[in-house]
């Protein structure tokens, strides 16, 4: 009887961290797609939101909101200090909508998710934490390519969020040249490709190993079951849309959709010292142009690559984003 008792009350008692809720967001200029924003709640009413925005290749729930224990992911983090903690996923991605331009022949078609239409879906889920939410601070947290559409979206509406951080941006590459040929409308790759890209075994000292072990464990699976199946495709294939591939190339050359100047928020420039993408010489030459920001920090941290938020030392990242947030919560009215 006791037994039964303590397993009775074992499913009774609520969880002992909070879900991650997924909102479907209709997209107006096309009725029949939808975006998935990824939620976890604060146990007390919110006191602002922050807004995570994923990279080129993998969603929300393999990156801020991968959890490598029940309850241990970013979003969990961001709610544990009080905050309404989102991801979005952009079209094409995770729980979104795959447009049709994603279904046919890659050819066919113009690359999907470029900068400036994701541009417009960060401001379709600021507006719901804004108009549905209440939350009148926020804060958006973006990574790699998602660094782009986050500072054209900051540059066009000013008075929209709070700070942006931008955690491993895309600069411009010395040896760059503009690409001249055309993307289609996806690409394509393995789940088990990508986790040993993100090893990052020819950047990193030897017998050097950063990635959490339940990335090793549960990535790759959770990846692969985050894009649908096309019929005649390889069935370890995955689609992967085309446009962030095309804005890393255009701003590797030197070009950018937006103007930093235009930026009026405080910025965050956050990498790790392996990172590949950006090193100190471009951070710091890439955070020089956001001339209007009222408060720019830049900060590296060792012993991380560019997928710094998926290894050992992701609570130094989680915890130098919070610290900047709550510096600009702090200075806010």
């Given amino acids: 009887m006791l037994a039964s008792l303590a397993m009775t009350l074992a499913l009774a008692a609520p969880a002992a961290y909070p879900p991650i809720d997924t909102i479907a967001l209709p997209l107006p200029q096309a009725p029949a797609e939808h975006l998935a924003l990824h939620c976890v709640h604060p146990a007390q009413p919110p006191r602002a939101a922050v807004l995570f925005v994923h990279g080129a290749s993998f969603p929300t729930l393999l ?12 979003l969990h983090d961001a709610a544990r200090h009080g905050y309404l903690a989102c991801g979005l996923d952009f079209l094409g991605f995770g729980g979104s909508s795959r447009p049709p331009a994603m279904l046919g022949p890659a050819k066919q078609a113009a690359p999907v998710a470029e900068a400036r239409e994701a541009a417009v879906e960060i401001a379709l889920a600021a507006a719901y934490l804004r108009n549905t939410q209440g939350m009148q ?13 986050a500072a054209l979206f900051a540059a066009q509406h000013p008075a929209a969020l709070t700070s942006l951080t931008l955690f491993g941006p895309i600069v ?6 503009g690409d001249d040929s055309a993307h289609s409308a996806w690409w394509s790759i393995t789940a088990q490709q990508r986790l040993e890209q993100l090893r ?16 090793d464990r549960n990535w790759a699976a959770a990846f692969a079951a985050s894009v649908p199946h096309v019929p005649g495709d390889k069935d370890d294939a995955l689609r992967i849309p085309s446009g962030p591939l ?11 959709p937006y103007r930093a100047s235009d930026v009026q928020v405080p910025v ?9 993408v950006v090193d100190d010489q471009g951070a710091t030459h890439f955070l020089a142009g956001f001339t209007h920001s009222p408060l720019r920090w830049r900060l ?29 919560e702090a200075q806010s009215p």
């Fill in 200 to 215: 990052f075994k020819d950047e990193l000292p030897r017998n050097t190993y950063l990635l959490e072990p339940a990335v």
């Fill in 268 to 276: 965050f420039v956050v990498y790790g010292n392996y990172d590949t």
């Fill in 172 to 177: 411009p590459v010395k040896t760059a040249a």
């Fill in 300 to 328: 590296r941290i060792d012993n991380g690559t560019h997928v710094l938020h998926l290894e050992r030392n992701r609570g130094s990242l989680y915890a130098s984003v919070d610290a900047f947030i709550h510096a600009v």
């Fill in 137 to 149: 601070h926020i804060h958006v947290v973006a990574h790699s390519w998602g660094t782009v559409p």
């Fill in 63 to 74: 990156a801020a909101g991968f959890q490598f224990s029940p309850g241990d992911s970013w």
């Fill in 246 to 256: 095309a804005d890393i190339d255009t701003v590797a050359a030197g070009s950018y």
